[in-house]
């Protein structure tokens, strides 16, 4: 018997070495219910861009279009939900994605590396962080260099991750873990403020080959790359609307787009099909299914589905496609 995200429901089987949600043999994320988002500090270029007023925050629409990334997550994962301790003073914390990472190469994951924002309205997150995977069992560390998560430092396979530098994150950070957690981190500097984070360019869509926006990164770092993935361009169109956002389930990835709202013709809407019609192909290829949701309300801060998104293990990147 399957579920929706095509893992068998036979993983779901009791065993004592479920010690935390990272030991499951089933797919388990982390995401928080939009309770305190604001976009009133813009503390990234796209929210620089738009004018105080188109920053409004619809809360109810938020929080419907949240329930349906929710949906569309537990129909084939466990999704656990950060509680909120305060409505103030956290306007990011719905992005869990850059709240740390779990580093689930380790025989026994028990160890979590919690973020050092360089963000000022995002420090009072590193905490919450640290508090709430305290009481889930896990071990938290604060990184001791500046650091925004699995949005910054994405798993390839094995112990070999892609850690981007020079916006968010420094690579001081990368080595520290190198040294503390036996990783090995392909450091790879990111310039383009548009692309903020790490998975605004970067997606692991398996453990072998992943989607890169290439005209983002010089040759060497592109090199350092195609060492350890098979790298699948993508265009700057793509990448500047979500391609690499996207978040994988099983064997489906998650994808935002608001082409539906959108006035066929016009460039924003060619940009959102073509960005669509490229992702429906390299999934094709690579055996997946698409499945979209609308989260247009958060682009309000600059973001897009993979920053809602925390991966608490990798048993999706497991199995087997085609």
């Known amino acids: 018997m399957t579920d929706t995200a095509g893992t068998s429901t036979a993983a779901l089987a009791p065993t004592s070495e479920i010690a935390n949600p990272s030991h499951l043999e089933y797919p388990a994320f982390l995401v928080n219910a939009p309770f305190s988002l604001s976009a009133e500090v813009p503390n990234n270029v796209w929210m620089e861009e738009l004018a105080e007023d188109d920053r409004e925050i619809n809360r109810s629409r938020a929080m419907v279009q949240f329930l349906e990334v929710f949906s569309v997550l537990s129909a084939g994962a466990l999704v656990y939900v950060l509680p909120t301790p305060r409505t103030t003073g956290l306007q990011d914390l719905v992005y869990v994605a850059n709240l740390g990472i779990v580093p689930t190469h380790l025989p026994n994951v028990r160890d979590v590396i919690i973020s050092n924002f360089t963000s000022e309205p995002r420090r009072g997150e590193t905490q919450v962080g640290v508090d709430f995977f305290r009481q889930m069992g896990y071990e938290p560390k604060v990184s001791p260099f500046k650091f925004e998560g699995e949005a910054d430092l994405k798993h390839l396979h094995d112990n070999v991750y892609i850690g981007g530098y020079g ?5 001081e950070a990368y080595e520290w873990m190198e040294r503390e957690y036996d990783m090995r981190v392909v450091k790879v500097e990111m310039a383009d403020p548009h692309l903020y984070h790490l998975d605004c360019s970067v997606f692991p ?7 890169v926006h290439t005209a983002a990164y010089s040759k060497s770092d592109l090199a350092e790359m195609e060492k350890h993935t098979e790298v699948i361009d993508v265009p700057e169109a793509a990448a500047y609307s979500g391609i690499c956002n996207s978040v ?8 935002s787009s608001c082409l539906a709202d959108l006035k066929a013709g016009t460039d924003a809407y060619q940009e959102e099909k073509a960005k669509l019609d490229t992702l429906e192909r390299i999934a094709g290829q690579q055996g997946f299914e698409v499945v979209l949701v609308n989260i247009d309300e958060y682009f309000k801060s600059g973001a897009l589905l993979s ?11 497991g199995l087997a496609l085609m």
């Open 248 to 255: 994988r389930s099983g064997k489906t990835i998650v994808n």
């Open 307 to 317: 920053c809602m998104v925390m991966h608490l293990n990798r048993f999706s990147y």
């Open 167 to 171: 916006q968010r994150s420094q690579r």
């Open 205 to 211: 869509i398996t453990e072998h080959a992943t989607l």
